[in-house]
Each structure stands twice: as structure tokens, then as C-alpha cells.
């Protein structure tokens, strides 16, 4: 509740809370060459849609809601006897602070935080000694990335950038919530813009400390479109091995350096959350 009234006032003095020097506005593109347009001149972040210049700081403060129905789980993950897979009703809540900044026009450094609060509704057919019902709250997920920008969009070729994510353990093995040991993920990708939006296409590595294996990560194929000096819309299939979803966003540009953006998450798979709407606003300086 306390985030939610915190996003609400952000909304109320935004207008005039958030400056960038001489940094161009995010969708402040109408002098640039037709496949820039969409979405300027700044490196893609890690969050959908959304680019950082040189110089430029990001901060976005938002929320999250995930539920699940068809929630998959091990007893031995979360700390009881037996290594079947079943299907539980999940739920969370998440309040996330996300921060970008522009080192340069080729590298950005990002960081992102989150306190979460999640159930868990064992399966009928579980019969492990799971409780019925198991709560967690706390410090879920922290992790940084760099990000760098290997060439230039031009008229004849696409942009390339690649990046490099850590996500730090911040709960026990077995905790609903968080992560309990390091993760690493390496991955690359492609931007071309056209006269009737931007598509990218990335894909990536992994590397799981507890599990001791590289194996395949996120990729993900994406859609932007600009819409008005004013409004952004996102669209994009995102997952890696058997979770898949599929994204949508829309974005409402309150002044060249703050936006409001409104995500939403639907699951294409039975292994993805079913449901995972998020709401936020970004503020450039």
C-alpha cells in the first residue's frame, strides 16, 4: 500500500521533478533519421523499451504482481524431502528500485533491487510434508549489468550490443523468494528500426554457481513503435527452455525525461507465471 501511494505522488510532481541538462527528452526524436524515431539515440537498458544516454541517469521506482496458478516446485527446493515436480498456486508482490546511468555513448552500468512478499499453496497431490501454505518476505533478487553498445545504427546496418548481468545471493537455499547463490548470464543482441517500428532480437548464456552449469538463458524477440510525441508501444515474446511469455507495455511520456510506464506479463507456457503486471515511472536526470 505504502508503494502504491509512493508511485501516486511521483505521478502528482513529475512534471516537474526531473531534468537532464542537455540530454535529449526520450522521445524527443523527430529530427533523427526515421530508424532512430521509435527510440532516440541511448543504449538499451535491461528494462523493456527503455534507453539511456551519455551522461544520463535513470531511476525507476515500480511494482510487480505475479500469480501463478500453475506454479512448479520440488519439495527439495524449498528445504523438504522428495524431488517430484508439482503445481501450486503462487502469488507475490513486489516493490523494485531500478538504476541506470550512461558512462558513455557505448557502456551503461545498471543496478536493480527488490523486497518481495510471496505465498505458496502446495499442490493437492503433494503429500511431502510441505505446509499448506508457505509465506516469505524479504530481500528477493539484486543484480547489476553492463551494458555495451559495439556499433552504431546506421541506414544500412543494425545496432549490436551485448551485456553482462550478475545477481548476487541474497536468501538461503530453499527460500521462496531471492537467490541463494550466484548467477551470471552473457548474452548479445540486434536493434534495426523501420519506418513502421524497431524490432531487436537477443539471446544469452547462463552460469548457475549452485547448479555448477552454462547452460541457455533469456532471448527474447521485441517490438517498439512510437506513437506521438507522447505515447510508446511495446511488444515482445520473452523466456528461455520451457518459459516463455509474452509482453506488452504501453508508455505515457509526461515530459521529455519522465514516463510512466504500464507492463504486463502473460504466460505462453505452462512453466511461466501466469499473470505479471508491473506499473512505474522513470525519471531521467
Known sequence: MRVTVLLLLLLVVAPGAAFAGDVRGHLDTGDLPAYLRDRGEGIP???????????????????EFYRDANYEYKPE?????GESDHRGDFEAFEALLFIGYGVSDRLAVELEGAITQA?????????????????????????????WRWTNETARR??????????????????????????????????????????????????DRAAGAVDV????????KRLSPSWRVYAGIEGAQDEWAAITEAQWHLTPTVFLKVNNGFGITSKAP?????????FGF
Open 77 to 81: 527446493e524449498l528445504g523438504y524431502k
Open 119 to 147: 505465498e505458496l499453496e502446495r499442490s493437492a497431490d503433494d503429500r511431502s510434508g510441505v505446509p499448506a501454505e508457505i509465506e516469505k518476505s524479504g530481500i528477493g533478487d539484486v543484480e547489476g549489468q553492463l551494458r
Open 45 to 63: 537498458l535491461s528494462m523493456f523499451a527503455t534507453f539511456i544516454q551519455d551522461g544520463q541517469l535513470l531511476v525507476y521506482p515500480f511494482v
Open 274 to 282: 501466469g499473470w505479471a503486471p508491473e506499473l512505474g515511472v522513470v
Open 217 to 224: 538463458g533469456e532471448a527474447a524477440i521485441e517490438y517498439l
Open 158 to 207: 543494425p545496432e549490436i550490443f551485448s551485456y553482462f548481468e550478475t545477481v548476487a545471493p541474497t536468501q538461503r537455499e530453499g527460500s521462496l523468494i531471492g537467490t541463494s547463490d550466484w548467477e551470471f548470464k552473457l548474452g548479445t543482441g540486434v536493434i534495426r528500426g523501420f519506418s513502421f517500428g524497431t524490432f531487436a532480437l537477443r539471446g544469452s548464456l547462463a552460469y
